[in-house]
């Protein structure tokens, strides 16, 4: 009689835990996540690549909408608002930039579609994930594209001053590509950390392109002198070797100069860029997260829970 209760007990128990399982045993295709972390710009302020700088880092934060269509793939539309910024002052001397006195920030948002491919199976059973999972990823978006300079203590916009008689886009293609690492928290979360450098189709993030004022330095001049736009002689030449006692452009030297003051490269050919380092969380949308994780499924009351 003892063993057939001792049996009974069992199976009952066998019962409840395979019935405790199986409510966690379907896929959770879409999820959400949201990050938060550094931004470093690459540009003619910035030449991480080639010099020895000192790292100038901004912050950003983003918010993506996933979903699994694959056995490895996932999708994901994400909204990112970024800021960045470059200057003279910290760069090494090799790079010929502290003379410029220049210096940028830009605040922009963007949207981007993304693919990404897990080095373990993503399409399975939302308790079945795998404890850690790295993936690599690559998409397009656009982005706002606004550097601004300070002058008389304001930060002003440059893209519609056309510092350089050459204008560009409000908004710019972007190509985000880079390396993620997930760990499985508990069932419904996940951990993200993540690097995502973006390339793009402008030289013009920083408002900096021309080697140098020679083509278009008559025209900031003009400008100045008649006081149509003063303000686009001051902010492209900043050099301390081109300036008045009062911290005004001098005209005369300039003149004299014929525009053969430094701004940035004059490679056309490279375009600015910049990258992203996140941590956040992703959180899978299963048909019991309400139930079994925000809530406890009782029969008199649901308060929230925290794990």
């Known amino acids: ?18 019935q405790s399982f199986y409510r966690y045993r379907f896929e959770a295709p879409w999820s959400i996540s949201a990050g938060i972390g550094p931004t470093q710009y690459f540009g003619e302020l910035y030449s991480f690549w080639k010099y020895s700088e000192g790292v100038q880092p901004d912050w950003h934060a983003n918010f993506s909408i996933n979903y699994i269509f694959g056995t490895h793939l996932k999708s994901r539309l994400e909204g990112t ?24 920030q830009a605040k922009n948002w963007e949207v981007s579609t993304i ?18 999972n790295p993936y ?6 656009m982005s706002t594209n606004n550097p601004q300079a300070q002058l008389d203590g304001n930060w002003v916009d440059l893209r519609p ?12 293609v972007v190509f985000p590509m880079g390396l993620g690492f997930k760990y499985k928290l508990n069932v419904y979360m996940d951990f993200r950390f993540e690097g995502n450098y973006r390339y793009t189709l402008t030289d013009y993030m920083d408002d900096i392109s021309a080697y ?14 008649s006081g149509a736009n003063p303000d686009r002689l001051r902010l492209a030449i900043r050099n301390p070797s081109f300036m008045d006692d009062n911290g005004n ?40 997260i309400f ?12 308060r929230f829970r925290f794990w």
Do not use: C
Request: proline letters at 5%.
């Open 161 to 172: 001053l056309q510092l350089e008689n050459n204008p560009y886009e409000k908004y710019i």
């Open 115 to 132: 693919i990404e491919y897990y080095w373990h199976p993503v399409k399975v059973n939302n308790i079945t994930r795998h404890l850690w």
């Open 136 to 141: 690599i990823f690559a998409g397009v978006g």
């Open 1 to 18: 009689m003892k063993r057939l209760l001792l049996v009974f007990v069992f199976l009952l128990s066998w019962e409840a835990n395979s």
């Open 249 to 288: 452009p001098d005209v005369q030297k300039i003149l004299q100069n014929r525009g053969r003051i430094r701004r940035g490269s004059g490679l056309t050919h490279r375009y600015d860029g910049y990258m992203t380092l996140s941590v956040g969380l992703e959180i899978y949308l299963s048909e019991d």
């Open 212 to 225: 140098n004022v020679n083509e278009f330095y008559l025209d900031l001049v003009d400008d100045y002198v």
């Open 291 to 302: 139930d079994n994780w925000i809530f406890r499924n009782r029969i008199y009351e649901k």
């Open 81 to 104: 608002y970024y800021k960045m910024s470059g200057s003279d002052p910290p760069s090494d001397p090799r790079a010929y930039r502290t003379p410029r006195n220049l210096h940028f």
